[in-house]
């Protein structure tokens, strides 16, 4: 038995005992253990009931890429590259960027879990099997990278426009690429690109929505975190109903920003701004700088009003904290 298949025979959230999953796959009770104490090494909060056996918290979804198409509007399914759902690998976005022009326009890469998933400016992001959701999406654009400015930003509505679909609202954007939710992060964007500046290029957009947190991926995150749980009193959606909404607001979004630009999100992220009217410390290359958030412009830059004035903040190079 692989760990896959034993996360799925406890997906139910049942309590099995040793002696009959080691019944059921033919092996020996020790080798149910090693595979359990694996699993709980990935972060799966699997937890022992004595003699009877072993359970999880609360049930689970496994992904399966027949549900998640079942969830999409046929003109979605219709215009999806490619829908693959991974046990294991080592980031989404790495799997998407390898293929280069192999991979078609709107191809859609899910994983249980990830060995080397990552955010912003290469941090890792926690992923363990069973819980969340660890999404990337390859978009082609003719009009090169000039055209892409706000994309990330973009992104975040569309991330929000999917909540709204599953019954969640309330959440804000933190500029550049943060969901939050409860004062904490409840999804986090990386948009990375190739191909030429005023020619045809792509972007591989990574999401990693949380679901179902654990006490120990909060106290391993470094900074308050949120997940769909607590926003669902204890009931969060189906994972395979959570991708299927991500991946219907990115075709359908995606497609409205290569149409429009960022123009088409501009007023939508404005409702959501978390950090407008907020005192912010930005750290940069150069030093910080302190101020109050203004908005962003039609570039998608962050605007902090400082005592010498408004001042305009790429997100290429930046992190903002709250002051």
């Not at 022992?48 to 918290?57: E, F, K, T, V």
């Not at 999804?187 to 929505?209: D, K, M, R, T």
């Not at 654990?214 to 994972?239: H, M, W």
């Amino acid at each position: 038995m692989q760990p896959q298949q034993l996360l799925a025979t406890l997906a139910s959230g049942e309590t099995l005992s040793g002696s009959r999953l080691a019944a059921e796959a033919g092996i020996t009770r020790a080798a149910i253990w090693k595979q359990i104490e694996a699993l709980r090494q990935r972060g799966v909060p699997i937890e022992s009931a004595g003699a009877a056996g072993y359970r999880l918290p609360w049930p689970i979804q496994m992904l399966d890429g027949q549900a998640i198409r079942s969830e999409l509007p046929l003109a979605v399914a219709r215009r999806l590259g490619a829908l693959e759902v991974h046990w294991e690998i080592d980031s989404t976005s790495s799997e998407l960027l390898r293929r280069g022009s192999a991979a078609a326009d709107l191809s859609m890469v899910l994983a249980e879990t990830q060995t080397a998933g990552r955010g912003r400016r290469g941090r890792s992001w926690l992923s363990p099997p069973g819980l969340n959701i660890y999404l990337s999406c390859l978009k082609r654009f003719e009009a090169g990278f000039a055209s892409l400015s706000g994309l990330s930003l973009a992104t975040g509505v569309i991330v929000l426009r999917a909540l709204h679909a599953l019954g969640t609202d309330g959440a804000l954007l933190k500029w550049p690429n943060d969901v939050l939710a409860k004062d904490g992060k409840l999804a986090g964007i990386l948009v990375e690109l190739s191909g030429e500046y005023q020619g045809p290029c792509a972007a591989v957009i990574g999401i990693g929505l949380n679901l179902r947190l654990t006490d120990a991926l909060r106290e391993q995150a470094g900074q308050p975190i949120c997940d769909l749980a607590t926003l669902g009193q204890g009931r969060p959606p189906g994972r395979n109903q959570a991708a299927a909404a991500l991946i219907a607001s990115l075709v359908e979004g995606l497609q409205q920003f290569e149409r429009e630009g960022f123009r088409a999100f501009v007023d939508e992220y404005a409702e959501h701004d978390a950090l407008r009217g907020v005192p912010l410390r930005v750290s940069s290359a150069t030093g910080e700088l302190d101020g109050i958030g203004a908005g962003i412009d039609a570039r998608g830059s962050l605007q902090v009003q400082t005592a010498t004035g408004l001042r305009g903040i790429d997100s290429a190079d930046v992190t903002v904290r709250r002051a």
